[in-house]
């Protein structure tokens, strides 16, 4: 009994020890988006640890997990985290919420190389500074080249219309055309919004009070949606882009750090003759800082060093896709990343998802209606009504 | 016993379906764990071509899975003696009518109803209450949450045991002049040790699969466990790399692994002597 | 010398008294903090429109029953429950007979019981996690065997096919997992019951002349039979929190054909930081499984006694 007590004592003892352990003043804490987004930055932190004599520890997390995790730690006196990856969509719920820093007040402002389009997510309406672009993302076309030399003798289709076409053609050769993206949520959600700008359709008005997906505009896009399913497939990402790299499918909507052999632009048309639309999706990585955050000198300072044109430059060779005009167009990016053009070109011309405080909640409202109606579980129209009444509840 | 050749055939090949159906799928993750890269590109064979430690060096170099396998066996092991503790004696005074306290009976019922709730109807007060009491960058949460999920389980399964226990062995020694304390240390847990090994892997096992709470309750890479780790390896945004992915499923079973081949004895007869004979 | 002990004596007797109350107090304590406290809270949120960020500006109101209102009028909650439901029914029947089954053949096993029966537990062992990801990648259409098997046997449209991710297959598939994954634990109960049978009942039935399917029915199931309920109640309570393997593999897609009642909460209470309605979710969810467990709790309460 005694050496348990023991035991179970020490045991207790070096639990509470562990809570003792406080924080070092000098180490600042980030919480990234796993993947190459977060990679890119960690390449860079060894030499601002050296620099400013501090200490970097991170969190990685999950698309959702980053979200639900800023907003918990938001309501804490002192936050757990300095500096913050956001996503575009987040602006507005999290300006709101007070759980972002101004950075405008806290002296920071945007130098004239990064990409102008892609400030603005990051900008409230008096013109402050709340997160900054740090990884350019934004949708890509990506293609099997055998495929399209073969049944389109090497053209890209540049139209919807042709996309579809080339489908049907490589379908009735049992080659599946077009993939779509499955998971009910953001994936599917995302995967859907260029075909819907291209029919000149979006999720809500321009001043986003009304929900706009029961409309003549959405209903073509859905039905037409539904075509490219039945002449291609529907798949997870990893499987997405193995099967168009591998060539058993052809083409498909991603993102550039998937590791897409080949891709373009996306169509920006339905038919030659339609009117050209943004169609290209911006889903940037910005970097924030939290409001309640205890080191916001040492924070800001290092915001600065991650936006600075010769750090971002240096993360091209590791994935990393700045919103600057310089690294994207430099010559030793050209030379190893050609495809980085295409990201500078949908870069500039691109369409943010609306940035409401309710977005996250509208596409995991609709996410499981476009599903539905692309599994033919329920009808076009009644997938668009559902899911625009559903939707309408959301709105404040 | 006389074994007709016709069951014999029979034995073999139900043993033979039954271990593919059941082993397959492990031999899967162990088999991609050690092929390389370029192997894992698509079209894998079921033989591996290639073996390699890479994927595993890997998660020690650059995933710091050293230090991920450290906090999963603090909070297991902690949380696993503390249930433990706690629970054999919750459970033993529980069932012993000589001890007259009211809170048992409530107690009874509601370990049995905390067994069954969803842990969605916990988990956001107790990050508060965590949060507040500004403990949330320590292993505490999780550690709680393992007492949370084990302690009900525990204190059910023992409390059969304890009940099996026949009292007048205990009657008998507290005429000797032990007290209550000798009787239960001395006297009563060995008893009741088959049961304490099942129940303690299985306890073991639920804190080191803990999941659900582990997500929202872990602040910093640094304090990381294995279950998180791998949920993040198959998320990120970039392909996934099924290596690594596999060869952090190959860590996450050794440990429970090792477990059940030597204590499995325990783990057969503590269960068929305890709970299932209720 | 004396004194000390008169001391012991007296300490003796103190401890004697004191001891259900030591042995006691951690637990209780554990529990109220824990338990009781959480809970209560959760059932103050569930009337409430708590939402975490909104409500630092907008404050926490108490609005009634509406977010109960508003879970019962939406079809994707209904489509969860009839979801959680279809699956607790299928998996635990399948488990339990699969489960059954197999210790029946072990335990009739001449030799190498104790081999089948630690291969035969892995799949338990492993965490649900692991489970999840190794089943992805083996069913996966690229890098999988099973699809580039059934593509080889002449399936040619199924090349880009991903069993998670239609509504034909995406709920068999999960289940088909759990089912896989907690056969074994069944299994294991069921077997360590039958160790527990004793030989002279099927001697003594087959004095009788009773075929094998009589012994089984009038001398194994009774012995087994608590074993058999148990395993019942605790997968039926298993089954109906299903969350992180819907989570990873499929998301509660494709049209909802997988979305289960914790993992519609995750994503529209905790996701989306409205704790208020997700708490009324957790209390109905609560709710239901007392229903289920009724018997359990019934069983389990009688026995003590």
């Known amino acids: 009994m005694k050496k348990i007590a023991v035991v179970l004592s020490l045991l207790l003892a070096l639990c509470l020890f562990s809570t003792v352990l406080a924080d070092d003043p000098e180490t600042l804490t980030l919480i990234l988006r796993a993947g190459t987004y977060a990679d890119v930055l960690k390449e860079a932190i060894p030499a601002f640890e050296e620099a400013n004599n501090c200490k970097i520890e991170f969190s990685e997390e999950t698309f959702d997990d980053l979200h639900t995790k800023i907003a918990l730690d938001a309501v804490n006196a002192e936050g757990a985290y300095d500096v913050l990856m956001l996503d575009g969509t987040w602006m507005t719920e999290f300006t709101e919420n007070g759980v972002l820093a101004n950075l405008s007040e806290l002296g920071y402002s945007f130098d004239e190389d990064i990409i102008p389009a892609t400030t603005a997510a990051g900008v409230d309406a008096d013109g402050n500074i709340y997160m900054l672009p740090y990884y350019g993302n934004v949708t890509i076309f990506m293609y099997n080249k055998d495929l399209v030399d073969k049944y389109n003798d090497g053209v890209v289709p540049a139209t919807w219309n042709g996309v579809l076409e080339l489908s049907q053609k490589m379908k009735a050769d049992g080659v599946d055309g077009y993939i779509l993206r499955q998971g009910a949520g953001d994936p599917n959600v995302t995967d859907f919004l260029p075909v819907l700008k291209a029919f000149g359709g979006w999720v809500l008005n321009e001043d986003f009070t009304e929900v706009t997906l029961n409309t003549p505009e959405a209903k073509a896009a859905l039905e037409f949606y539904i075509d490219l399913y039945k002449a291609g497939n529907l798949l997870d990402k990893d499987n997405m882009v193995a099967a168009v790299n591998n060539g058993s499918a052809a083409m498909a909507v991603g993102w550039p750090g998937w590791g897409a052999a080949n891709y373009t632009v996306i169509p920006t048309k339905v038919s030659e003759d339609s009117e050209e639309q943004y169609t290209s999706i911006y889903g940037c990585w910005f970097l924030g800082m939290a409001e309640n955050s205890a080191k916001k000198d040492l924070a800001l300072k290092f915001l600065e060093y991650a936006m600075d044109p010769e750090v971002q430059l240096a993360t091209v060779a590791d994935g990393g896709v700045p919103c600057r005009e310089s690294s994207l167009l430099a010559e030793s990016t050209l030379e190893i990343k050609p495809n980085l053009a295409v990201v500078y070109g949908a870069l500039s011309t691109g369409t943010y998802r609306p940035a409401v405080g309710f977005y996250t909640d509208l596409v995991n409202t609709f996410g499981p209606y476009l599903d539905s109606a692309v599994m033919g579980t329920m009808s076009v129209d009644d997938a668009l009504a559902q899911g625009q009444a559903a939707c309408e509840a959301l709105l404040p | 016993m006389r074994v007709s050749t016709g069951r014999k055939v029979f034995n073999i090949v139900v043993s033979a379906i039954l271990l593919i159906v059941a082993l397959f799928p492990i031999y899967w993750l162990i088999s991609l764990a050690f092929r390389d890269t370029a192997e894992l590109s698509g079209n894998i064979s079921i033989l591996p071509k290639t073996f390699t430690l890479e994927h595993f060096v890997k998660l020690f170099t650059e995933r710091g899975y050293v230090n991920i396998i450290k906090n999963s066996l603090i909070a297991t092991i902690i949380s696993t003696v503390f249930s433990l503790a706690f629970g054999l004696a919750a459970a033993y005074v529980m069932v012993r009518s000589r001890f007259h306290l009211w809170v048992k009976a409530p107690l009874t019922v509601w370990v049995l109803l905390i067994r069954i709730l969803p842990p969605v109807a916990f988990i956001i007060p107790l990050y508060t209450t965590f949060s507040n009491a500004g403990m949330l960058g320590t292993r505490i949460p999780i550690i709680m949450a393992c007492i949370l999920i084990n302690l009900p389980l525990i204190i059910w399964f023992m409390m059969t045991f304890f009940r099996d226990l026949p009292e007048e062995v205990e009657q008998s020694a507290k005429i000797d002049g032990a007290t209550e304390f000798q009787l239960f240390w001395k006297i009563v847990l060995p008893l009741v040790a088959p049961g304490i090994a099942a129940i303690s892997m299985l306890s073991f096992m639920y804190a080191w699969n803990e999941y659900t709470y582990s997500v929202i309750f872990i602040q910093k890479s640094s304090s990381y466990t294995i279950p998180i780790s791998l949920a993040l390896l198959n998320t990120e945004d970039n392909l996934t790399q099924f290596g690594l992915v596999a060869a952090g499923g190959v860590i996450s079973v050794i440990p429970i692994t090792l477990f059940v081949i030597f204590a499995q004895n325990y783990l057969i007869a503590g269960l068929s002597s305890g709970a299932v004979k209720e | ?305």
Not at chain 3, 84 to 96: N, P, Y
Not at chain 3, 142 to 167: A, D, E, I, R, T
Not at chain 3, 224 to 253: A, E, Q, Y
């Open chain 3, 1 to 305: 010398m004396n004194a000390s002990i008169a001391k012991n004596k007296n300490q003796g007797f103190d401890q004697d008294k004191a001891f259900p109350h030591i042995l006691m107090a951690p637990t209780i304590l554990v529990m109220l903090a824990l338990t009781v406290y959480p809970l209560l809270f959760t059932v103050y949120y569930s009337f409430t429109d708590y939402n975490l960020l909104k409500s630092r500006k907008n404050g926490v109101n108490v609005i009634g029953f509406q977010n109960y209102v508003k879970l019962f009028q939406n079809p994707i909650f209904r489509t969860a429950i009839l979801n959680t439901v279809k699956f607790t029914i299928c998996a635990v029947l399948l488990e339990t007979i699969i489960g059954l089954l197999i210790a029946l053949f072990v335990n009739s096993l001449p030799r190498g019981q104790k081999v089948m029966r630690t291969l035969l537990l892995l799949p338990y062992l492993l965490p649900t996690v692991t489970v999840a990801l190794a089943w992805r990648m083996l069913l996966s259409s690229n890098y999988g065997p099973v699809m580039q098997w059934l593509v080889n046997m002449g399936f040619k449209n199924l090349s880009n096919y991903n069993v998670f991710f239609h509504v034909e297959t995406a709920f068999w598939a999960v289940l088909a997992i759990d089912v896989w994954q907690s056969s074994p634990f069944v299994f294991l109960l069921c077997y360590a019951s039958l160790q527990g049978v004793p030989t002279q009942q099927y001697e003594a039935a087959e004095l009788d002349g009773a075929n094998i399917f009589q012994k089984f029915w009038y001398v194994t199931v009774p012995n087994i039979k608590s074993g058999i309920f148990l395993c019942l109640l605790l997968r039926t309570i298993d089954s109906f929190r299903l969350f992180d393997k819907v989570n990873i593999l499929t998301g509660g897609g494709p049209a909802n054909s997988t979305t289960t009642i914790t993992q519609y909460l995750y994503t529209f209470g905790i996701k989306n930081l409205n704790f208020g309605f997700g708490s009324a979710g957790a209390l109905i969810m609560t709710v239901i499984v007392m229903i289920l467990a009724i018997p359990y709790i019934r069983n389990a309460i009688s026995s003590q006694k």
